[in-house]
């Protein structure tokens, strides 16, 4: 019988009564997951003053005057959960600062919080009825200076903020916030600082050691990045126009120059695959070059070692590398040729420039090791005392007659980051000339500063920074001088003048540095390239395409770049070993010789595009009692091969005793240094002994007497025959004897015999004999 609805009722409740401690206990389990985490957490929204974002894209003008109208334009999106309404932008006005130190604050805190200061009066505010979450809003607000109302001269806090409600905040509240600076010097300044500026113009490592096989060596580029970065809109090519319109001083690499002037003609573009096409950007090379000397004609133009050598590097890990500190001095004399032949222009080599301005005692003993006095640094390595309550001159004697010109690090790092954006920017801008303006006030004496910014500035970086700079030329508190004048400068007296210690120098930077294995690896290849030089006979087309190639293995740009470096390190070192392997010996199998003296050839094959010369080829035997060489255990013999030939050097040797003994060829320099691969082979002598001799001339008696007999028979026959048939005979003879002629008559002593053979060897070549060939004597 089925259970009644009453009985069914009561055994669920019981089993769902039994069943709820269990459903308890889950949550306890390992591995449960709570409820709470199962539900993926919505992403919290903005509140507060932080509910919409405020974005000044852009503020003109940067330094306004008391007839100025400052125009801010920007975006305002609403980043929170619910619309605003009845909101309004305004600029508001806040107070001025009273140091450097107080602007690097508020520079951290540029969003939320608080509503600073006073808004200007509502008038120049911008309305919006409605902003819905995700909004974007553009806003342009125009306010006179005049209607800031700044006082005394300084650098003020301004911010653009967004007053407006929500449904759950139904009131006029701050819902968005971004603050910025401006400098209000109105008038001329009593003292104007003389501010330096330097524009870089340093590149990647672009041009590979190799070159082509032709009469031209055409240059081969690791990629086609160059050509980028000096196309129309290219990093370099918005340096060079940006730069030519700024009172700046240029501080170029020739490695960069001559890396674009290798581009003016035929040029190669190696791929990941290693295979090769042919650059078609000869026009685009051709006009920056032509701009960038007429940007730098009469103006001084600082000059880098070529390919910008790591100074910190050589002297923490290149000194201990006998030899590094050689390629300095090499870089530093290219530098000049390329930059007088490229630019036309006098370069200036006394400037050395360390990574990031940081210094120690031993970069500056490396890089005054090179001819240069002047050590571009950088005040946050040169640091001032509490005592000196300003920023002092660059200028700073550090004893040995250098000179330690100190950027300052503010300025000069104020264009780093991510500038893409125009708010950024904007905002970089204007914390510049904060910057500048609050140094200028900081006393009344005559300063000069130098603006050193990072080497190699992206597109927005460079477009800040003439920004900034054609503001600050424009301006009313500073006035530009090169880089020359500042180091000439006088020094202020109160300024530090010590140089950091090593134990100071940044680790962060020190982790950067090439290590010591790639110094040991540059001075390898060095060395067999002083070993590969002297075979040559225009030693020009290799000396100096990897001369320059080592350079730019000791390049700064390599920081960061570590694995990138190695790998072209390599690259260079195996292109050399190709090349010095173009000289080499053919390989040779075992050589016979039959008897006990005999000629060997060895053969050497060129494959240069040039002569080779002062090479000395050696054999040598393994056992000089056995097989002697030219009557010793070797013999050397010089060589000299024409291009693309090959020559057979031939070598007397004199066998001892029979048997395989092992030779060894080796070729050498003039100052006995090995060059290429050595080559082994055997050489087995064989000889006739005196025992042989003799069975062999026996021999030969035997066949003499044999022969001897034979005749004598023969001619007892042949004149037996004669006496009997002679008188028939003599009648025949006497028919067939055609008339007026006789017929010859036969010597008794000298038998009729068929002509002598031919020798059955024919005469010996005076030919090189070839690979594995018998040597007879």
Same mark, same amino acid.
């Given at each position: 019988?089925?259970?009644?609805?009453?009985?069914?009722?009561?055994?669920?409740?019981?089993?769902?009564?039994?069943?709820?401690?269990?459903?308890?206990?889950?949550?306890? @389990?390992?591995?449960?997951?709570?409820?709470?985490?199962?539900?993926? $957490?919505?992403?919290?929204?903005?509140?507060?003053?932080?509910?919409?974002?405020?974005?000044?894209?852009?503020?003109?003008?940067?330094?306004?005057?008391?007839?100025?109208?400052?125009?801010?334009?920007?975006?305002?999106?609403?980043?929170?959960?619910?619309?605003?309404?009845?909101?309004?932008?305004?600029?508001?006005?806040?107070?001025?600062?009273?140091?450097?130190?107080?602007?690097?604050?508020?520079?951290?805190?540029?969003?939320?919080?608080?509503?600073?200061?006073?808004?200007?009066?509502?008038?120049?505010?911008?309305?919006?009825?409605? @902003?819905?979450?995700?909004?974007?809003?553009?806003?342009?607000?125009?306010?006179?200076?005049?209607?800031?109302?700044?006082?005394?001269?300084?650098?003020?806090?301004?911010?653009?903020?967004?007053?407006?409600?929500?449904? $759950?905040?139904?009131?006029?509240?701050?819902?968005?916030?971004?603050?910025?600076?401006?400098?209000?010097?109105?008038?001329?300044?009593?003292?104007?600082?003389?501010?330096?500026? %330097?524009?870089?113009?340093?590149?990647?490592?672009?041009?590979?050691?190799?070159?082509?096989?032709?009469?031209?060596?055409?240059?081969?580029?690791?990629?086609?990045?160059?050509?980028?970065?000096?196309?129309?809109?290219?990093?370099? !090519?918005?340096?060079?126009? %940006?730069?030519?319109?700024?009172?700046?001083?240029?501080?170029?690499?020739?490695?960069?120059? $001559?890396?674009?002037?290798?581009?003016?003609?035929?040029?190669?573009?190696?791929?990941?695959?290693?295979?090769?096409?042919?650059?078609?950007?000869?026009?685009?090379?051709?006009?920056?070059?032509?701009?960038?000397?007429?940007?730098?004609?009469?103006?001084?133009?600082?000059?880098?070692?070529?390919?910008?050598?790591?100074?910190?590097?050589?002297?923490?890990?290149?000194?201990?590398?006998?030899?590094?500190?050689?390629?300095?001095?090499?870089?530093?004399?290219?530098?000049?040729?390329?930059?007088?032949?490229?630019?036309?222009?006098?370069? #200036?080599?006394?400037?050395?420039?360390?990574?990031?301005?940081?210094?120690?005692?031993?970069?500056?003993?490396?890089?005054?090791?090179?001819?240069? #006095?002047?050590?571009?640094?950088?005040?946050?390595?040169?640091?001032?005392?509490?005592?000196?309550?300003?920023?002092?001159?660059?200028?700073?004697?550090?004893?040995?007659?250098?000179?330690?010109?100190?950027?300052?690090?503010?300025?000069?790092?104020?264009?780093?980051?991510?500038?893409?954006?125009?708010?950024?920017?904007?905002?970089?801008?204007?914390?510049?000339?904060?910057?500048?303006?609050? @140094?200028?006030?900081?006393?009344?004496?005559?300063?000069?500063?130098?603006?050193?910014? !990072?080497?190699?500035?992206?597109?927005?970086?460079?477009?800040?920074?003439?920004?900034?700079?054609?503001?600050?030329?424009?301006?009313?508190?500073?006035?530009?001088?090169?880089?020359?004048? +500042?180091?000439?400068?006088?020094?202020?007296?109160?300024?530090?003048?010590?140089?950091?210690?090593?134990?100071?120098?940044?680790?962060?930077?020190?982790?950067?540095?090439?290590?010591?294995?790639?110094?040991?690896?540059?001075?390898?290849?060095?060395?067999?390239?002083?070993?590969?030089?002297?075979?040559?006979?225009?030693?020009?087309?290799?000396?100096?395409?990897?001369?320059?190639?080592?350079?730019?293995?000791?390049?700064?740009?390599?920081?960061?770049?570590?694995?990138?470096?190695?790998?072209?390190?390599?690259?260079?070192?195996?292109?050399?070993?190709?090349?010095?392997? /173009?000289?080499?010996?053919?390989?040779?199998?075992?050589?016979?010789?039959?008897?006990?003296?005999?000629?060997?050839?060895?053969?050497?094959?060129?494959?240069?595009?040039?002569?080779?010369?002062?090479?000395?080829?050696?054999?040598?035997?393994?056992?000089?009692?056995?097989?002697?060489?030219?009557?010793?255990?070797?013999?050397?013999?010089?060589?000299?091969?024409?291009?693309?030939?090959?020559?057979?050097?031939?070598?007397?040797?004199?066998?001892?005793?029979?048997?395989?003994?092992?030779?060894?060829?080796?070729?050498?320099?003039?100052?006995?240094?090995?060059?290429?691969?050595?080559?082994?082979?055997?050489?087995?002598?064989?000889?006739?002994?005196?025992?042989?001799?003799?069975?062999?001339?026996?021999?030969?008696?035997?066949?003499? @007497?044999?022969?001897?007999?034979?005749?004598?028979?023969?001619?007892?026959?042949?004149?037996?025959?004669? /006496?009997?048939?002679?008188?028939?005979?003599?009648?025949?003879?006497?028919?067939?004897?055609?008339?007026?002629?006789?017929?010859?008559?036969?010597? +008794?002593?000298?038998?009729?015999?068929?002509?002598?053979?031919?020798?059955?060897?024919?005469?010996?070549?005076?030919?090189?004999?070839?690979?594995?060939?018998?040597?007879?004597?």
């Amino acid at each position: 019988m089925s259970p009644s609805p009453a009985r069914r009722l009561l055994r669920r409740t019981g089993a769902l009564l039994a069943a709820t401690p269990l459903l308890a206990a889950l949550p306890l @389990l390992p591995g449960a997951v709570p409820a709470s985490a199962a539900t993926p $957490a919505k992403a919290s929204a903005a509140t507060g003053t932080k509910t919409v974002d405020v974005a000044v894209n852009s503020l003109s003008p940067g330094a306004p005057t008391e007839r100025d109208t400052i125009t801010v334009r920007g975006k305002v999106t609403n980043d929170g959960r619910q619309a605003v309404t009845d909101a309004h932008v305004g600029l508001r006005v806040g107070t001025s600062y009273t140091g450097r130190s107080a602007i690097d604050d508020a520079a951290k805190r540029g969003t939320g919080g608080s509503p600073d200061g006073t808004e200007v009066a509502g008038k120049y505010a911008e309305k919006i009825a409605k @902003l819905a979450p995700g909004a974007t809003q553009d806003f342009t607000l125009s306010v006179p200076a005049k209607a800031l109302h700044l006082g005394a001269d300084g650098v003020y806090q301004i911010s653009v903020a967004l007053m407006g409600q929500t449904a $759950a905040q139904p009131y006029g509240q701050t819902l968005g916030i971004q603050r910025t600076f401006l400098p209000w010097q109105p008038g001329a300044a009593d003292t104007k600082t003389r501010t330096t500026a %330097l524009w870089p113009l340093i590149s990647d490592t672009h041009l590979t050691a190799e070159t082509g096989t032709d009469e031209q060596q055409t240059p081969v580029f690791n990629d086609d990045s160059l050509a980028q970065q000096i196309r129309p809109g290219g990093r370099l !090519q918005q340096m060079l126009t %940006l730069g030519r319109d700024l009172d700046v001083t240029w501080v170029i690499d020739p490695d960069l120059l $001559a890396s674009v002037d290798a581009m003016t003609e035929a040029y190669k573009i190696k791929g990941a695959d290693g295979k090769f096409t042919s650059g078609k950007d000869q026009a685009i090379a051709k006009e920056w070059l032509s701009e960038l000397q007429t940007a730098v004609q009469g103006q001084k133009v600082v000059t880098l070692p070529f390919a910008d050598p790591d100074l910190a590097s050589l002297a923490h890990s290149g000194t201990k590398v006998a030899g590094s500190l050689g390629h300095l001095k090499d870089a530093t004399d290219a530098a000049v040729s390329t930059v007088d032949t490229i630019l036309h222009v006098k370069a #200036d080599t006394s400037y050395a420039w360390p990574a990031e301005g940081a210094v120690d005692p031993d970069i500056v003993k490396v890089a005054t090791s090179a001819g240069a #006095d002047k050590i571009i640094a950088r005040s946050d390595s040169f640091r001032e005392g509490n005592a000196l309550a300003y920023t002092p001159s660059a200028a700073r004697p550090i004893g040995g007659g250098a000179t330690a010109v100190v950027a300052d690090a503010r300025l000069s790092t104020a264009f780093q980051g991510d500038l893409a954006h125009a708010e950024n920017s904007t905002l970089a801008v204007q914390e510049f000339l904060a910057q500048s303006l609050m @140094l200028n006030q900081q006393t009344d004496r005559q300063r000069s500063v130098v603006m050193a910014p !990072q080497r190699m500035p992206t597109t927005n970086q460079a477009q800040a920074m003439a920004t900034a700079l054609g503001i600050l030329q424009s301006g009313t508190w500073s006035q530009s001088q090169s880089l020359s004048a +500042a180091a000439k400068a006088k020094p202020d007296p109160d300024a530090t003048t010590r140089v950091p210690s090593s134990r100071a120098y940044p680790s962060s930077l020190r982790k950067q540095e090439l290590s010591g294995d790639a110094f040991e690896q540059i001075q390898d290849t060095q060395s067999d390239l002083e070993n590969f030089k002297v075979v040559l006979t225009d030693r020009s087309r290799v000396v100096t395409p990897f001369g320059r190639a080592m350079d730019r293995e000791m390049s700064t740009s390599w920081r960061t770049r570590s694995g990138t470096s190695e790998t072209f390190r390599d690259g260079v070192a195996s292109y050399l070993s190709d090349l010095t392997n /173009q000289v080499a010996l053919i390989e040779k199998s075992g050589v016979r010789l039959s008897g006990r003296s005999a000629t060997i050839p060895v053969s050497v094959q060129n494959n240069l595009w040039q002569d080779v010369d002062h090479l000395v080829l050696r054999l040598r035997s393994d056992n000089g009692t056995r097989l002697k060489i030219g009557g010793g255990t070797f013999e050397d013999k010089t060589v000299k091969i024409a291009s693309g030939h090959s020559q057979s050097v031939k070598f007397t040797t004199t066998a001892k005793a029979t048997g395989p003994v092992t030779v060894y060829a080796q070729l050498y320099t003039e100052d006995n240094q090995p060059y290429g691969k050595e080559i082994a082979f055997k050489v087995d002598a064989t000889e006739i002994t005196p025992t042989v001799m003799l069975v062999i001339g026996g021999g030969v008696l035997l066949l003499v @007497l044999a022969g001897f007999r034979m005749y004598t028979h023969r001619k007892r026959t042949t004149a037996a025959q004669q /006496q009997e048939d002679g008188p028939q005979d003599d009648a025949a003879a006497a028919q067939d004897t055609p008339e007026g002629e006789s017929a010859p008559t036969a010597r +008794a002593d000298v038998p009729q015999q068929p002509s002598d053979p031919m020798a059955d060897t024919a005469s010996e070549s005076a030919a090189p004999s070839d690979t594995g060939e018998r040597v007879d004597r």
